[in-house]
């Protein structure tokens, strides 16, 4: 597609399951990334790949937190035993080397009960 | 840390008029600030954005005016439209740093545009 795709766009969890949720980048996009938004709050950056490198973590909140991204297209960010805290619109992004400016999917809201 | 802050959550205004909403940012080696405009229920979309050598950027209805001494960036939209009412997030980066070029972001401002 053109643009950013995310899967699903609404996750409900019970506390303690494992969800995983999905990103299709643009099409040639080396970039990407994740961001967390909790209600009310602007996006909180997660994770930064390039193609298929990982090259910054720093904002995953706990060891629960996992991303990949192992052709260096799709990505996949994993939350284990998920907890009520976790739940958040997660937003993934992605941008080619030329342009400065990153393009955004819809989101995966995210609700854990 | 917030690096970035928009102090006002929301902003009204009358159809025609001028919306000018207001980022702050603390890290002086920011050298490149963006806005986004986020409709509900969708991702945030790149709106203009600016570079720390202009101090103003202008595209159609939608001008961004940087002041790097008072750490201050605003977006200017004039005239304003009701389709012009969503968030806006401002948010900063350094672009030259590494291969890393994520964005900081503040809490945005919900915009109401009205008839």
């Known amino acids: 597609g053109a643009g950013v795709s995310q899967s699903p766009r609404y996750k409900v969890a019970k506390r303690g399951q494992d969800v995983a949720l999905r990103c299709d980048p643009i099409s040639g996009h080396v970039s990407l990334f994740w961001y967390q938004q909790a209600l009310g709050q602007g996006p909180e950056f997660l994770t930064y790949?390039?193609?298929?490198?990982?090259?910054?973590k720093s904002g995953l909140p706990s060891d629960r937190f996992f991303a990949e991204r192992p052709e260096g297209s799709v990505s996949t960010l994993k939350i284990q035993r998920t907890q009520q805290e976790d739940s958040a619109v997660y937003l993934c992004?992605?941008?080619?080397?030329?342009?400065?400016?990153?393009?955004f999917g819809q989101g995966t809201r995210l609700t854990v009960v | 840390d917030q690096q970035v802050k928009q102090n006002s959550p929301s902003l009204s205004v009358q159809e025609g008029r001028i919306s000018i909403l207001n980022c702050d940012y603390t890290n002086s080696m920011f050298d490149y600030f963006l806005w986004y405009k986020k409709y509900p229920a969708e991702g945030p979309t790149f709106l203009i954005s600016i570079s720390s050598i202009k101090d103003k950027n202008e595209d159609g209805r939608f001008t961004v005016f940087l002041n790097k001494s008072a750490k201050h960036l605003s977006l200017h939209i004039v005239p304003s439209q009701p389709g012009d009412s969503a968030v806006y997030f401002c948010a900063a980066k350094i672009r030259f740093r590494g291969n890393n070029n994520d964005m900081r972001f503040g809490a945005g401002t919900r915009l109401t545009v009205k008839p």
């Open positions: 992004a992605s941008s080619s080397r030329d342009i400065t400016e990153a393009f």
């Open positions: 790949f390039q193609n298929e490198a990982q090259l910054d």
